[in-house]
């Protein structure tokens, strides 16, 4: 049976819902005892994974707690098991894990260069699946009408291959988005909603690495079906789609006239189709996802770092009822929060999934940085996260910062706040979440709105582009500019003292047009990106890619005069 055909069925729709919930509720109950679920987590990839290379070496099999594991591993990046996951990627066996990865997750972290992290069986039974089902749940206990027929859901990043890359094993080295669950670990129902709609799988030829084309293909396909919910996980696809919709328009209209797709014929013409949809675009002066998808219900992505400043306008694009619900705090490497309710930003953390550990995100990790347990966070404050799971990532710096919003059930609840990674040019030791929060405030201090930012250090001085939802005037930029000078200087101490001492000068100013953070998307994906490994992306040093981003654009603002170097 194809993915369309089952989720045209009502059978598997209904055995799809039991376990979405069931997970969710198994998850809640272990939050009567997370300590313990913590210490058999433990327990068990020590366990599993004691006869491998790396279980000898650490001595997996006489570490009895927590402590003990501590003293036997050390925190690390993917650059210290990088020659250990090479050797896996390889073909070796027994070198990480008792069980041979069956596949390897790419995962462009902060530089840009693939990862190879390795996926197993042990791993993804135990620790990915039961958090990826759970995950769903309120979007499909509050919404149920988005799994009503195959084509109501628009997944933006499923992208299943016909040839995967693979590794020197001959292992698929691929997003997590283009690997059947159900073909490669046995699990018919993990295939998540939107994968059986009609442009799932695209029914005329395109080229591998022509991400733009497919997503068109899959637009035009879309916009002829009742789509309910779209799933983009990175928030940046998200706010792409209605840029996309008015930039192919005029295509999509032809084609539809014509009965074609991509320019191979495709159905029956549909002329009167076509004339509805010019005068839609006639009538609004525009093309919104409200106009084209009218019982839209739902979005499903982060809605946490640099989304939060522009989420809230974009979803009116999509209706004015439309709910944004927050993907799981997690990464390619491992899960780390889910939500299990409405709540806007925040998801629980996945006790039975990892060992978690937290390090004060102001902090510098290194090998011997203390960390601390989940019960010990406090709400309100910064961490980095450090797991440890059975499929081989032994006490892992994943690279993310998370912020406790409060303990819930027993767990904290975190949300993602940005990469651990900061932009130091004099001390200044600025973080994504920190610039984010200054931004905020100094928006909501003029009223003022945006549709995306980034910064770089030029001439010791911060400057930063913004594209404002409307136009600025120079007053509103001066104010702007100097609150968020304040701002920043209210998040980091390092910040504070850099513009006392003399060592920054005060922030500049580079207004752009409104699409500019769209453009670069559109320009980033077409020489060969993945969409979902195109982020939103705040400090951005490379000169390259600033004039990209800035071209056409006049002068930036001069800067207020305020303890200049």
Known sequence: ?????????????????????TERARLRSAFADPEGHQRAVLADLLEFNSGTEYGKRHGFGAIRTLDDYRKAVPVQTYADLEPWIERAAAGET??????????FFTSSGSTGAHKKIPVTPRFMRTTFFPFYYAAWAPLIEHFPDVLQHPGAVLNL????????????????????????FGERFGEPLSAEPGTGAPWATLPVPVEAGEHLEKMYL????AVENDVRCVIGINPAMVAALPYQLNLWWPRIVKEIRDGTLGGHPHGAPDPERAAALDRLAERHGTVRPSHIWPRMRAIFCWTTGLARLYLPRLREQFGPGVTVLPAPVAASEGPVGVALDRHPSAGSLVVTASVYEFADADEDLAPDTATLGPHELEPGRDYHVVFSHVGGLYRYAVGDVVRVVDHDGGVPRLEYTGRGNRSDHAGERLR???????????????GLELHNVACRVDRSRYEFAVAPRTPWNDEERERFTARLDDALRGESA????ARDGNRLGAPSLLCLDADAFLRDWQRTVAVGTRPTQVKDRLFRQDPEQWARLTEGTPTSNEPLGRNEP
């Open 218 to 221: 899959r637009l035009r396909l």
């Open 94 to 103: 027994g070198v990480l894990t008792a069980d041979q990865p069956a596949v």
């Open 157 to 180: 990043k499923h992208d299943p291959l016909a040839a995967p890359p693979t590794t020197a094993s001959g292992r698929p080295h691929v997003g997590a988005s283009q690997v059947d």
């Open 1 to 21: 049976m194809s993915l369309a055909e089952s989720w045209a069925d009502p059978g598997r729709v209904r055995r799809y819902r039991e376990r979405v919930l």
């Open 494 to 497: 390092g910040y504070r003292q």
């Open 432 to 446: 994504d979440a920190q610039v984010v929060r200054a931004v905020e405030t100094a928006l909501r201090a003029g």
